[in-house]
Every structure is written in C-alpha cells, then in structure tokens.
C-alpha cells in the first residue's frame, strides 16, 4: 500500500470471527481497509462444515484452493450435508502443540484461505487478517493459508510481533519461516522454535505477495523498538489505547483497581504521537476514537486514520449472532449497556473487556472447567526437558498438576468456547448444555446510539457513512 492509498479507516480485526469475510468484505468494497479475524479460524471452519455450510460459501471459496486435493480431504472429513443431527455437538480439532501432523496445519491452512478469499470476492478492495501474538502456535500455517488467498495486511497486537515481518518475507518466496515459542522456564540458550515448510503442503508453485504489516501497540516505546529491531519491514502501526474492545495492554507500573475493580489507565499509558510522527511511519489511532469527529482528530494529529471496532461489531455483517445484536442495540437504546475491563478473565493476563448488557446471559465462573479448543494454552519446560501445555482457564487440577499455580487459576474464564459461543458456534455438551457466550465490546459501546440513530440494525455501510460522513466512503480513500 502506497501513501496514495492509505485507508482513513481500518475496521478493526475482531476474533473470534466477528470480524468475519461478510464484514470484513462490505469494507474492502467500501474502499476502507476490511479486516478478517484469524483467530481460531481453524476451529471456525470445520464447525461451519459440520453445520453444513447452508450458503454454500466456505465450499465455494475450497472449490478454488490451490491444491484440491486437499480441499477435497477437508470436505471428507468435515463437510456434514444438512448439518449435525439434533444433540450432536462438534467433532473437536487436535488442540496446537509446537508441531502438529501435515493435515492439522492444512485444516489451518484452508481455514484461513477460505476466510481472505470469501472477503475478496467479487471486488478490488483491500483486505487485511488480524491476528494474536500470544497465539503461538498456529500463527505461521495461518499467515500462509492467508498469503494463498492474497491478504493485503496483516496487522497483530497483543503481544510484541517483532519476528513476523521476517516470517512474511520469508513465505512471499515460499521459504521455511521460523518462530521463537515461548516457553516458561526454558534455558535462552536453548530455544524451542516453531517452524513451517510451505514444500509439505505441494503449493509452492503458487506466485505469493508480501502483505503489509501493521504492527498494534499501545506504547510509542514499542513501535520505535519494533521499526528498528523487528527481523522485517513494519509497515505501518495502529495505536490502540486502553478504551478499545477485546484484550487490552496491562497499565504501566504496579497495577491499581478501580473501586469496581478495573486496573487504573493512566496519562503515562496514552502514546505520545509526536514520537509516533517522527517515527515517518504511517500510524492509525484505535480505542473510542470510531466517531467522525474522532476521525478528523487523528488526523489533526498526523495519523493516516483511524481504526474502528465496537461500531462495526454491532452491524448487521459482524458475526456475533443476530439475537446479541438485537439485545445489545435495544439495552444501548435504553442507557443500559456498560463495559466491565477484567483484570482476571483471560488466560493471557492481559486485562479483557467484558460486556455488560442485563437481557445477555454470560459464561460466569460457574461453567464447569474444561480446556477443548486451547488456542490461549501456554508453553512450560517440564523437569524431564519436554514441553508441556496448559491453559489458567482450564480445570485447576489439571493446571497446577503442570506446574503452574492455584493463585493463578482465579477469575480465569474460558474465552476460546466463549467466544466460539457469540457467534452461534457455541460447543453442546454432554448434559445437554450449550456453552455460554462471553461478548466483548470497547467503551464506547455505550454510545452506539449515534451510529444506529434510532435504528434496530445498521450495516456496515451505515458505520462508514457516519465516519465519513455521506459522500460515498470509496471517493475518501485518497488516491
Ligand atoms: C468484539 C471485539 C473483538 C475484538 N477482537 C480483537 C482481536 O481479536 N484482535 C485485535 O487485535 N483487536 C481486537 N479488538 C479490538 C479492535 O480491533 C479495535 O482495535 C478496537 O475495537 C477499537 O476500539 P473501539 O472498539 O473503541 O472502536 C476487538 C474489539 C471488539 C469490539
């Protein structure tokens, strides 16, 4: 992307596939940067294959994959016409390890390839993939599935992705890329890596493109650190300050809460910009800032524009299934929809923000543990040398018999089946139980009322014409 065609809006990634390819797709035609979620996808993808895949799409997107054969293996496997019996729940992924089999990456592979290509069907626009530095492990066959399918961006925050610009150089030219797993209690000098071979999987005759990186940080500190020091070009960084939804950096220093116990966000966690200027990089501010005033002020302040999330989670596109929307949008109506910033519910230990909306029935600590989809589980050295797995949010037996802490279990939530769950693909369990949603939403939720103006539902459409007001949001992209 030149500076001719920057985007003055970037719809947000929003996992798990809230920012799904219908979103991400209305955006991209829209002339504004759209972004598909890769979190889990892989997950994501066989479930829609397991309901059947009613539109017919996700086999549509496999009937051009590269290499049909294995488009075909997904099918056989996956692939249930007319959908699961009454009371069947889902056939569960092998969960990630530092190397999985061929198949389970290519389920990956697919996965994301489907979701790029559904998102750039039928248009020019651009369309980026949005994806967790703290999910290790399937993050190189994700960026590949993606590349397959001509992503333009890939953007990643949570965490410091400073080995990925080189992992993207390295799958342009269909070379092995490498990763550094973190593994607690691992030597340094002895390092334990993740790779991926793009000549396993018979597709490298397929010319691919380097997509632009877009590194997410809440610190100026951070994104100097990683222009300079990151193995690859970054370019281009969203500054996402502590009011955006999903995860959230931890505030710096000793961390305080509030009196409804939410850590304290301080005028030393704002990003000073001027330094983000005179990095001459371009730069996107995110966090509450989804508002055309908000728009004009980022680029009052020299950033290329903004990047929006709450706002587009709520339009009719965005994946979080149509009864949320309903509920959400009629509670923002009535002034009683609120966020709470949780310092505990993620595994990650990053603070995450929690909906609160009365008419929604959450997964609270009372859902019985389990660990089955595994995407936030942490790598640990045992004694004997090997590397284990283990998740804060799973059963507390299980986590402290692998090393880790009691102390450290408190107030966890599962938020990979909770997630899975907001978006109509919630796990059945054997007592007949479905898991619970956990919506997350950034602060401004409370104000959606400006976007919907009086409305039960908005598109996408309707959230770009509020932001950029109602010329046709393709003729503001400059360039
Ligand atoms: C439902 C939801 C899920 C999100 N998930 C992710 C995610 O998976 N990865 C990420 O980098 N940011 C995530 N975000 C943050 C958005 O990409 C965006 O930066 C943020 O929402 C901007 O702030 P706003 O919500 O005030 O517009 C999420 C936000 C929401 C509302």
């Known amino acids: 992307m030149t500076a001719g065609t920057l985007p003055l809006v970037i719809q947000g990634g929003m996992g798990i596939a809230v920012s799904n390819w219908k979103l991400a797709q209305a955006v991209a035609m829209a002339g504004q940067l759209g972004v598909v979620s890769g979190t889990a996808l892989d997950s994501v993808f066989v479930r829609r294959l397991q309901d059947g895949d009613p539109t017919g799409a996700v086999r549509r997107a496999l009937a051009s994959f590269p290499k049909p054969e294995i488009a075909a293996e997904m099918l056989r496997r996956y692939f249930k016409p007319g959908g699961r019996a009454p009371n069947e729940p889902y056939t569960a992924l092998p969960m990630y ?65 400073r ?155 965005s994946g979080f299934t149509a009864e949320i929307k309903r509920q959400v949008l009629s509670d923002v109506a009535e002034g009683r929809a609120g966020v709470f910033t949780d310092p505990r519910a993620s595994p990650t230990g990053f603070p995450f923000k929690i909906l609160e909306s ?54 966890r939530r599962c938020l990979c089946n909770g997630l899975m769950a907001v978006i109509g693909l919630g796990q059945l369990r054997k007592d007949g139980s479905v898991e619970l949603p956990m919506v997350t939403s950034g602060d401004t939720v409370s104000e959606l009322a400006a976007v919907a103006k009086g409305r039960t539902s908005y598109s996408a459409m309707d959230v770009l014409k509020y932001l950029l007001g109602d010329a046709p949001p393709a003729a503001a992209v400059a360039g």
């Open 358 to 411: 009365p008419n929604i029935t959450q997964q609270d600590d009372t859902r019985e543990r389990l660990c089955d989809l595994g995407y936030l589980r942490s790598a640990a050295r045992r004694e004997d040398g090997r590397t284990i797995y283990r998740c804060s949010a799973a059963p507390v037996s299980e986590y402290t018999n692998s090393g880790g802490t009691e102390e450290d279990t408190v107030g």
């Open 163 to 317: 080995e990925i610009p080189g992992a993207l150089d390295a799958l342009a030219i269909q070379a092995p890329a490498v990763l550094r797993l973190d593994v607690e209690g691992q030597p340094s000098d002895q390092p334990v890596t993740l790779s991926f071979d793009p000549s396993v999987h018979g597709m490298t005759d397929v010319p691919l493109k380097r997509p632009d990186f877009y590194a997410i940080v809440s610190a100026h500190s951070l994104a100097a650190n990683l222009a300079r020091k990151a193995t690859g070009k970054v370019d281009g960084f969203v500054v996402e300050g502590a009011t955006a939804g999903g995860h959230n950096a931890p505030p710096r220093g000793a961390v305080k809460l509030n009196d409804r116990g939410e850590p304290i966000y301080g005028e030393r966690d704002a990003a000073d910009l001027g330094a983000m200027r005179e990095l001459g990089i371009p730069f996107w501010l995110a966090g509450s800032v989804g508002t055309p005033e908000g728009l004009a002020e980022a680029r009052r302040q020299g950033a290329a524009g903004i990047q929006v999330g709450t706002a587009f989670a709520y339009s009719d596109e």
């Open 97 to 161: 390890k530092q190397a999985v089999s061929a198949v389970r990456e290519q389920v990956t592979i697919a996965a994301n390839y489907v979701e790029v290509w559904l998102a750039k069907e039928g248009h020019q626009g651009k369309v980026g993939i949005n994806l967790l530095t703290k999910v290790q492990m399937p993050t190189l066959a994700s960026l590949y599935g993606a590349m397959l399918a001509g992503v333009d961006v890939v953007l990643m925050g949570a965490g410091i992705p």
